[in-house]
């Protein structure tokens, strides 16, 4: 395939991973640009990969111009957004003018509303198809894998779908009082809205973390999984149109839970601006300054994440249930290259995907998820780059196992 360019833009847990993962591929990410915000984060990425493997930059990814500049200046083939997904659309627009590939793994939402769904960013399907290139959206673990996974189950073990719960654990202890896995502004709104279901064609909606069930998970055991949405759930009742149920169950611990619900009463977790010694400032964004940064759990970092699919549905006229997931270890992945899983895990999907675009094996002229294309190349890489993954078919579900309910 050749050596290609490419520019990575965030330097935060994830990004940390996506340059680490892709610099270890030199035969393909011949040149590799490390941009975010603060180049002091890219520089200090680039030292511990060591090998001068990774150029770095400042950039401010809400500006197009600079973004535009930027390309320009160094001509990649491809840009891998892992910054916020607030930045989702300014660097969609500088692709767009400069003709380049794009792939991030969260979609957008706007920084006044916590809100996240698709149409800002499929709305670009026309433009980027008149521009030649393409653009996936949501190339990490949830979404990423899990629309993989259900893309893969789909194509060999059923004839129609009908219920998918997507459950994700993390069963880690990294010893803090309390901290998210990935940016803490994004996670703790995505967490505090309220849940939303598919059900016989239309969405649920549910109070924040109302519906909760214990499930069990691989090598882990029964955890408390809280129904929320999930922005995969969107575009993969879309692509998978026989899907009667659709579901996201993501692990809470009650200490966390408990450090959330005291900073939403006080008003820690609020977004609209109040005023600050004569200054305007975001509570929420104020909050994300004083927790740890993601890129610092690791050290320490004990247990393991299981993130999977349960899917049931119809295989030659018989009911088949087909379970699919991978673990992995905040240890492990600590030593290999100083991340935590939910960076890992992130990081190496987006990594993959970058390859499945610069090989070609997966090609196409617009924007697109994940779940569109051929999930057996992808599928062949995750083992070989570190997220191993495990099936079971016609097997009882551990989802439906309610007499724990
Ligand atoms: P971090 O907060 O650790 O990193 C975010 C990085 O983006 C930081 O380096 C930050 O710079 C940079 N950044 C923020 N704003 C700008 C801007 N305007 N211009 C340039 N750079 C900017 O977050 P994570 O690494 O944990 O998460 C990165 C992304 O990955 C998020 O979008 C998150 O939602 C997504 N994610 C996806 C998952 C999935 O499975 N699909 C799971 C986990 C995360 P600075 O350091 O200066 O603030």
């Not at 627009?93 to 996240?116: G, I, S």
């Not at 899990?146 to 194509?155: E, L």
């Not at 240890?331 to 675009?357: H, N, R, W």
């Amino acid at each position: 395939m050749g050596q290609k360019r490419i520019i990575i833009i965030g330097a935060g847990g994830v990004g940390a991973v996506v340059a680490y993962k892709c610099a270890s591929v030199p035969e393909v990410f011949g040149e590799i640009l490390l941009a975010s915000r603060t180049k002091a984060k890219c520089d200090k990425i680039a030292a511990s990969i060591g090998d001068n493997r990774i150029q770095t930059a400042q950039v401010n990814a809400d500006n197009v111009p600079e973004l535009i500049v930027l390309i320009q200046s160094f001509k990649p083939d491809l840009v891998i957004n892992v910054a916020l997904p607030y930045q989702d659309l300014s660097i969609m627009e500088a692709c767009l003018a400069t003709k380049t590939h794009y792939l991030d793994t969260a979609n957008y939402e706007p920084k006044e509303v916590a809100k996240f769904e698709y149409k800002w960013q499929w709305d670009y399907k026309q433009k980027f198809a008149d521009a030649g290139i393409m653009a996936i959206l949501g190339c990490g673990f949830d979404p990423g894998v899990t629309n993989i996974f259900t893309a893969y189950a789909h194509k060999h073990y059923f004839d129609e779908m009908h219920y998918l719960d997507i459950v994700d654990c993390n069963a880690g202890d990294h010893g803090k009082a309390f901290a998210t896995n990935f940016n803490p502004e994004i996670n703790i709104r995505e967490i505090t809205q309220k849940g939303k279901y598919w059900n016989l064609g239309k969405w649920i909606e549910t109070e924040p973390m109302q519906i909760h069930k214990p499930i069990e998970y691989p090598n882990i055991g029964f955890r408390d999984s809280y129904l929320l949405f999930h922005e995969e759930l969107e575009s993969l009742v879309k692509h998978f149109p026989t899907l009667k149920t659709a579901r996201f169950w993501m692990t809470f611990g009650q200490k966390y839970l408990m450090f959330l619900n005291v900073l939403q009463e006080i008003g820690m977790t609020s977004i609209k601006p109040i005023m600050y010694e004569g200054k305007e400032i975001v509570p929420l964004q104020f909050l994300k300054a004083v927790l740890p940064e993601p890129s610092s759990l690791g050290e320490n970092y004990k247990g393991e994440t299981s993130i999977g699919c349960q899917i049931r549905g119809i295989k030659d006229g018989k009911q088949r249930t087909y379970y699919i997931w991978n673990n992995c270890n905040h240890a492990e992945v600590y030593k290999e290259c100083g991340a935590q899983a939910v960076s890992y895990t992130t990081g190496v999907p987006a990594m993959i995907g970058a390859l499945m675009i610069l090989s070609g094996e997966w090609s196409g002229k617009g924007v697109f998820n994940v779940e569109e294309f051929n999930p057996d190349p992808f599928m062949k890489k995750l083992p070989i780059y570190g997220l191993p993954w495990n099936e079971e078919i016609d097997k009882a579900l551990p989802i439906e196992k309610e007499d724990f309910c």
